[in-house]
């Protein structure tokens, strides 16, 4: 079982990746809104990879026998500049969320939870695939500025993202 610091802090986190995903949720709303179905879709599947982290840190605190606690999950924003400002936010939440996890690696490694340790370098090598992926996104936005027969390119683009299974 985890002490009750870390039981605290790894709810905390499954808060922020629930956060995440109600986040990712509103991108995709609000691009689906402004007609940019493609990346409507990429950002709900982000929406539901947020969710499957989320359950991941759930499922390891109920396999520790530790008890799992809800809170109430803030608003995210709804309203967006630009397609592009969409993928700078998201790339602002990746980097916010590898933060939090380092944070909680660091935790963990002063409590001496090594089961933690262990669940969480999973969690470090996905964050750094998925800031590369949001960098890489807004990179191509950068490029194509308002451009609209690249951003029709680049919609079609993202919707060729399909579902991965963890």
């Not at 759930?58 to 809800?70: K, Q, S, Y």
């Not at 630009?82 to 660091?106: N, P, R, W």
């Not at 800031?131 to 996104?137: L, P």
Request: net charge negative.
């Amino acid at each position: 079982m985890l002490n009750q610091v870390m039981q605290d802090a790894i709810n905390a986190q499954i808060l922020n990746e629930l956060f995440a995903s109600y986040s990712y949720l509103s991108m995709s709303a609000w691009c689906e809104h402004k007609q940019f179905v493609g990346c409507a879709h990429w950002l709900r599947l982000q929406s539901d990879e947020e969710r499957v982290h989320a359950m991941r840190l759930h499922d390891f605190l109920i396999a520790r026998n530790c008890r799992v606690t809800f809170k109430e999950i803030g608003e995210p924003d709804n309203d967006f500049e630009s397609v592009a400002a969409v993928f700078e936010k998201a790339l602002a939440q990746e980097q916010m969320v590898t933060g939090q996890i380092d944070a909680l690696y660091e935790l963990a490694f002063h409590e001496k939870a090594f089961a933690a340790l262990v669940e969480l370098e999973w969690f470090i090598t996905e964050q750094v695939e998925e800031e590369k992926t949001a960098r890489e996104i807004v990179h191509k936005f950068q490029m194509v500025k308002d451009d609209p027969a690249s951003l029709l390119d680049l919609d079609r683009e993202m919707n060729e993202r399909t579902v991965v299974v963890e």
